[in-house]
């Protein structure tokens, strides 16, 4: 790995585009599948597993994305707090399927 071969290195991860700054006209429309797309909308970004651990960006609830995961692994959204209260003001969005954009088969 690379934090290993650079002398003080302790962490390494990358991402498309941090930090992301959005206002309410930005990102695409987001909601759970087999529910009707509302106002929340969000960015899809991508990051790499060790991202959130270098940025300081701490796990709330469920699973990180690892380097393990691969095109039939059960997919994995890492989103904030306050887009999981939009999309679920009164539960958990651990395990829910997302649609993303206006594909409305599209699943996350």
């Known amino acids: 790995m ?10 390494v991860g ?3 585009a941090f930090p992301r700054v959005t206002g309410p006209s930005n990102g695409q429309p987001i909601a759970f599948v087999g529910e009707p ?10 990051a790499s597993p060790d991202f959130f651990n270098t940025a300081g960006i701490p796990l ?4 990180r994305p690892e ?17 999981a209260a939009q999309l679920a003001p009164s ?3 651990i395990g829910r ?11 996350m």
């Open 60 to 63: 709330l609830k469920g699973r």
């Open 14 to 16: 990358f991402a498309r």
């Open 67 to 83: 380097w393990s995961d691969h095109a039939r692994s059960q997919r994995v959204a890492v989103i904030s707090a306050s887009l």
């Open 91 to 93: 539960g958990d969005v």
């Open 97 to 107: 399927a997302v649609r993303f954009g206006s594909n409305r088969t599209e699943q």
């Open 37 to 46: 797309t509302g106002n929340v909308r969000a960015q899809l970004e991508s």
């Open 2 to 11: 690379l934090d290993a071969a650079i002398a003080g290195v302790r962490s």
